[in-house]
């Protein structure tokens, strides 16, 4: 199941909602149960009902668990069959199904809970072998945390910040926690990954090496201006995060190609990794960490301004964005 959560224009605004890819249409997951309701059980409290039962909010999705799940695919398989030669709509006579020019898409998890990434794949760790690890590196799964308040989605434009002369893409996947959970053993891992979604942990190479080197600390003003994620959520049954075809490609020329299966680091470790005397909770990012070559930097070429980043990987689909234009040098003095 492919989830998204998207926008759409109303007389008063815009309105945020989940829903389900199908066939190339968004449906609108708690007005689709809605109607599921009314016509079932009557139409007196089907919006109540629906929102309690499925709601819009993805984290909230995330907390209704294994029964929110099941009432999304009982909305999907309720709408395929109401599709045919129809047009449904919901309770009160509003839309259920949007095509793609009416609506915009958001990042997953529009404001996640937190976000951490992870160095899972050991030939970017170590530049494709050119740079010597440090053997702690193989003893635990490292990362840093980023800002949760900085996500943009498809087809947004990535701001290029007035700081840095280097801005570079990555190439990445991530998880979504779906429950709260602490000391998680790697064998009950998979209880608690919501699914999976493309990560553009863009960079600011330039101050990100300046940071890390001045302090040995960070790096926070080198990527917290902007991270990418999207286009959509896909539940676990529908991919194999051990083999995964991971692909960037920069105006239409392949850049990085690469397979999620040289991760040294698995999910099952990371999450056991993460939960250690620490809680891990619904709508929390897990980030990947960049596969091996899977960056600007690794392959000493650098994205500019107004170039198309497409980000693909198998089972999930492109994430695509434009770069912003380049802004007045803004340097800090002391």
Same mark, same amino acid.
């Given at each position: 199941?492919?989830?998204?959560?998207?926008?759409?224009?109303?007389?008063?605004?815009? =309105?945020?909602?989940?829903?389900?890819?199908?066939?190339?249409?968004?449906?609108?997951?708690?007005?689709?149960?809605?109607?599921?309701? /009314?016509?079932?059980?009557?139409?007196?409290? /089907?919006?109540?009902?629906?929102?309690?039962?499925?709601?819009?909010?993805?984290?909230?999705?995330?907390?209704?668990?294994?029964?929110?799940?099941?009432?999304?695919?009982?909305?999907?398989?309720?709408?395929?069959?109401?599709?045919?030669? #129809?047009?449904?709509?919901?309770?009160?006579?509003?839309?259920?199904?949007?095509?793609?020019?009416?609506?915009?898409?958001?990042?997953?998890?529009?404001?996640?809970?937190?976000?951490?990434?992870?160095?899972?794949?050991?030939?970017?760790?170590?530049?494709?072998?050119?740079?010597?690890?440090?053997?702690? %590196?193989?003893?635990?799964?490292?990362?840093?945390?980023?800002? /949760?308040?900085?996500?943009?989605?498809?087809?947004?434009?990535?701001?290029?910040?007035?700081?840095?002369?280097?801005?570079?893409?990555?190439?990445?996947?991530?998880?979504?926690?779906?429950?709260?959970?602490?000391?998680?053993?790697?064998?009950?891992?998979?209880?608690?990954?919501?699914?999976?979604?493309?990560?553009?942990?863009?960079?600011?190479?330039?101050?990100?090496?300046?940071?890390?080197?001045?302090?040995?600390?960070?790096?926070?003003?080198?990527?917290?201006?902007?991270?990418?994620?999207?286009?959509?959520?896909?539940?676990?049954?529908?991919?194999?995060?051990?083999?995964?075809?991971?692909?960037?490609?920069?105006?239409?020329?392949?850049?990085?190609?690469?397979?999620?299966? #040289?991760?040294? %680091? #698995?999910?099952?470790? =990371?999450?056991?990794? /993460?939960?250690?005397?620490?809680?891990?909770?619904?709508?929390?990012?897990?980030?990947?960490?960049?596969?091996?070559?899977?960056?600007?930097?690794?392959?000493?070429? %650098?994205?500019?301004?107004?170039?198309?980043?497409?980000?693909?990987?198998?089972?999930?689909?492109?994430?695509?964005?434009?770069?912003?234009?380049?802004?007045?040098?803004?340097?800090?003095?002391?």
């Amino acid at each position: 199941m492919k989830l998204v959560t998207f926008s759409v224009p109303t007389p008063i605004g815009q =309105i945020q909602r989940i829903g389900a890819i199908h066939e190339n249409e968004i449906i609108d997951l708690n007005t689709g149960y809605a109607r599921y309701l /009314a016509e079932k059980h009557g139409s007196d409290y /089907a919006y109540e009902l629906s929102a309690a039962m499925l709601p819009s909010d993805m984290i909230a999705f995330f907390r209704s668990g294994k029964e929110g799940s099941d009432r999304a695919r009982t909305t999907i398989d309720y709408m395929a069959r109401e599709e045919s030669g #129809t047009t449904p709509l919901g309770p009160g006579g509003e839309k259920v199904i949007y095509s793609a020019d009416e609506m915009r898409l958001l990042a997953p998890v529009p404001r996640p809970n937190s976000l951490r990434d992870y160095m899972a794949f050991e030939g970017h760790a170590s530049f494709s072998g050119k740079r010597q690890l440090d053997k702690g %590196w193989y003893e635990m799964p490292v990362c840093y945390k980023g800002s /949760a308040d900085t996500i943009i989605g498809h087809d947004e434009a990535v701001p290029w910040p007035s700081f840095s002369d280097l801005l570079d893409y990555e190439l990445e996947y991530g998880i979504y926690i779906c429950k709260e959970g602490k000391n998680i053993p790697r064998e009950r891992a998979h209880e608690y990954i919501a699914g999976y979604t493309i990560f553009n942990d863009i960079s600011a190479r330039d101050i990100q090496l300046q940071e890390m080197l001045a302090g040995g600390l960070g790096p926070v003003k080198g990527k917290d201006f902007c991270s990418v994620m999207g286009p959509c959520l896909v539940t676990p049954d529908e991919v194999d995060p051990g083999n995964l075809r991971m692909m960037a490609r920069v105006n239409g020329e392949v850049w990085s190609d690469n397979n999620s299966r #040289t991760a040294y %680091w #698995t999910w099952p470790q =990371i999450i056991e990794f /993460a939960s250690m005397e620490e809680t891990l909770y619904p709508g929390d990012f897990l980030g990947s960490g960049t596969v091996e070559g899977g960056c600007g930097l690794e392959l000493n070429r %650098w994205i500019q301004p107004g170039d198309l980043i497409e980000l693909e990987i198998e089972g999930i689909g492109i994430l695509r964005n434009r770069i912003g234009d380049k802004p007045p040098k803004r340097v800090f003095t002391r």
